[in-house]
């Protein structure tokens, strides 16, 4: 019985041991990961070495960078949208028929400048600047005005309706 009872704690501490530098490997691997991870992001979106910190990081510059995405993406569908429309501006075309829907749509085309002008008119003479960034159903908005009392209740209640 006695035999029985050394080899049990002999095996023990062999489980033990073994647990023990799986466990370090783990933790070695994880710094391995997590240091290549903060090398491939810019220095200010990690304060602090931990690892929440560092995945908290690259997440904030993950969600920046699929936003950055989603501009571009938005940036490019409404200049090919506008160039598009544009080119029927420049065409060449018989004096029939054809030429009426050419008008039509040039003037689609002016009027959508026309709202882009307006709009620009409109920001530069707003009461606030107010910045919105969308990534997946989040959204983030910066509002830059002057105080006016009761403003940032009207606002809450403004988006919650």
């Known amino acids: 019985a006695r035999g029985k009872s050394c080899k049990n704690k002999e095996e023990v501490e062999n489980q033990r041991m073994t647990h023990i530098t799986v466990e ?12 290549v991870l903060r090398s491939m992001m810019p220095p200010g979106y990690v ?4 690892q929440a910190s ?5 997440i904030n510059f993950v969600k920046e960078l699929e936003q950055l995405l989603q501009t571009l993406e938005a940036q490019r569908r409404t200049k090919h949208h506008l160039n598009f ?3 029927f501006k420049f065409s060449h075309c018989s004096s029939d028929g054809s030429n009426k829907t050419i008008n039509t749509t040039t003037t689609t085309a002016n009027s959508n400048n026309n709202n882009a002008t307006e709009t620009i008119s409109k920001k530069q003479t707003a009461v ?3 910045e919105v960034n969308m990534v997946e159903s989040h959204a983030n ?3 830059l005005s002057r ?3 009761k403003q ?3 606002m809450v209640a403004s988006l919650q309706s």
């Open 128 to 130: 606030a600047d107010i």
């Open 85 to 87: 429309a544009d080119s």
């Open 24 to 35: 370090r490997n783990r933790r070695k691997l994880m710094n391995e990961h997590l240091s």
């Open 141 to 143: 908005l910066k509002v």
């Open 54 to 58: 560092i995945v908290g990081g690259a």
């Open 147 to 149: 105080r006016h009392a």
């Open 152 to 154: 940032l209740l009207k």
């Open 47 to 50: 304060y602090r070495g931990d």
